[in-house]
């Protein structure tokens, strides 16, 4: 079985363990992860086109057995601390090189960002960093928000035929989440709007039956003829995830965050012994009005952080809140909560301080 058949298995015994404990899923993980170890070369080939998945699923499973030899795998012969190179923009032919197919390069992106949660090196962040210039310094971000034309990192900012891979859609989306976490930069919850709502969703059908390979912005559109591959199952992973895309928890002192605006309801740790439930009552994206609801697990004050969209997209309209939009946009207000006791009803909001 090819490396790149075995790397779309193993992530998803390992994600079934994690979020349900079955013991049958990590000892598969662990069988399929042991054969790609012992039987892969000693070198990394250099004209391998990826290894969508792989790292990532070697880091994941060293975690939570507490086996080292998957990272030290990643770390050795995928070369993985030592990726620094630059974003290929020559390479032709329908697959470019690993360093040119855009979710390939997004992907090992995000191996890096796994790796530098267990060994923190500025460094690792550099990749990730180059990838979201290139997007936004560089024109290579389409109006949709997303990227990609014919799987391949591109600037030309072409809008018919084959751009807006599902592929790339899902890794963008997924590198800008994981970033938020890292940097907190509401960039990237602007970039993660941006791509949800205009290429996301674009690429299923109103029946909900079909899926997109490419999401043309202009001119015919087709959708793909099979229900498997890269692309379809892409699209079912990122949507799955997307409602870990909303709250996000950060520690007492940096309380909750609010990313995304939809109809939602979320428990949000902030605390060894405090969590919040959040909920959101909104018609967004038809209007701007949104009601947040708060109900902490007890008496304590805590800051909300609320991302306001980029200039041009919706603005928000929040009760008992001040203007919010100003001169220079700001990256987030923090929305202090003076909550009741967790018997009575929820919170209102106040605004207590903004961030520039």
């Known amino acids: ?66 086996d080292g030899r998957y990272r030290d795998h990643v770390i050795t012969r995928e070369g ?21 197919h855009a979710y390939t390069f997004m992907n090992r992106c995000l191996a890096q960002l796994d790796l530098y949660r267990v060994q923190p090196d500025e460094s690792l962040l550099s990749q990730s960093r180059r990838v979201i210039d290139y997007l936004t ?43 938020l976490q890292l940097e907190g930069d509401t960039l990237y919850g602007d970039l993660m709007e941006r791509a949800i709502y205009n290429a996301l969703f674009a690429a299923q059908s109103p029946d909900g039956r079909s899926l997109r390979y490419y999401t043309a912005i202009d001119g015919p559109r087709k959708y793909f ?42 428990e949000v740790p902030i605390g060894p012994d405090l969590s919040v439930r959040l909920r959101q009552e909104t018609d967004y994206p ?37 203007e919010l939009g100003s001169e220079n946009r700001p990256l987030h207000k923090c929305i202090q909560f003076l909550p009741a006791a967790p018997d009575r009803d929820p919170s209102r909001l106040a605004v207590a301080s903004a961030a520039e």
């Open 1 to 66: 079985m090819a490396q790149y058949q075995l790397a779309w298995h193993d992530p998803r015994p390992v994600s079934d363990y994690r979020r349900f404990h079955n013991q049958r899923s990590l000892d598969a993980a662990r069988r399929l992860a042991d054969y790609l170890v012992q039987h892969s070369a000693a070198k990394r080939h250099p004209t391998l086109l990826c290894t969508i998945d792989v790292d990532r699923s070697l880091l994941a499973l060293s975690e939570v057995t507490g």
């Open 80 to 100: 993985l601390g030592r990726w620094h190179a630059p974003i290929d923009e020559v390479n032709d032919g329908q697959y470019s090189t690993g360093d040119g």
């Open 137 to 179: 310094k560089r024109d290579a971000l389409l109006i949709t928000g997303t990227c990609s034309l014919v799987e391949r990192f591109r600037n030309q900012q072409e809008t018919r035929g084959e751009v807006e891979e599902s592929c790339a859609t899902a890794y963008l989306i997924r590198l800008a989440h994981h970033l």
């Open 225 to 266: 003829d099979r229900d498997t591959y890269c692309c379809p199952n892409n699209w079912r992973r990122i949507v799955a995830e997307l409602p870990e895309m909303v709250f996000y928890s950060g520690s007492a002192a940096r309380g909750a965050m609010v990313n995304l605006y939809t109809s939602a309801t979320g």
């Open 286 to 322: 038809n209007s701007g009005q949104v009601t947040i609801k708060v109900t902490p697990s007890r008496s304590a004050a805590f800051p909300v952080t609320l991302r306001i969209p980029l200039p041009g997209a919706l603005p928000l309209s929040l009760p008992n809140s001040v």
